[in-house]
């Protein structure tokens, strides 16, 4: 996988995000593929491993206002799910530091959104409750392993 790499700052990335081609770390940009409060997840390569990675980068602007608390939250959110192997919990690669935010390369699984998945065709109550009874087993590994 080929393709130009592009030093970038975090400055902007809050407003536009990280350009395709930026590298953070030895990871190089893809594209963004999700955001939230907290930051945004890019799909990225990692030319080490020669594969395709979730990138999970803090807001500066969260790091910033909370600097300590988003990189704890963050670096223990990757620590409790590094050591928990569970089809419902993304496996976790690597962790690092971006110009001062935490990052998290994680394990890339192509899909869309649970807010996308429930809006893109009307679901019978079953199917909707597999999916959350499924993520909160997921989350309620994370939370409360001692692994």
């Keep these: 996988m080929s393709a130009t ?32 409060g907290m930051g945004a997840v890019y799909a990225a390569y990692d030319p080490e491993l020669d594969r395709r990675v979730a990138l999970k980068l803090l807001h500066k602007t969260f790091d910033e206002d909370g ?27 690597d962790v690092g530091t971006f ?20 809006s893109e065709t009307s679901r019978k109550l079953e199917p909707i409750v597999d999916v959350f009874v499924r993520a909160g087993n997921g989350l309620c590994l994370l939370y409360t392993s001692d692994a």
């Design 5 to 36: 790499t592009t030093d970038v700052s975090l400055q902007d990335a809050p407003r536009t995000g990280l350009p395709g081609g930026a590298k953070v770390g030895r990871y190089q940009v893809l594209e963004l593929v999700g955001e939230g």
């Design 67 to 93: 600097a300590s608390r988003g990189r704890a939250r963050l670096l223990r959110e990757a620590q409790a799910m590094a050591r928990l192997t569970h089809p419902n919990v993304i496996t976790v690669h």
């Design 99 to 118: 110009e001062g935010s935490v990052f998290v390369a994680m394990e890339f699984v192509a899909g869309q959104t649970l807010r996308g998945w429930m």
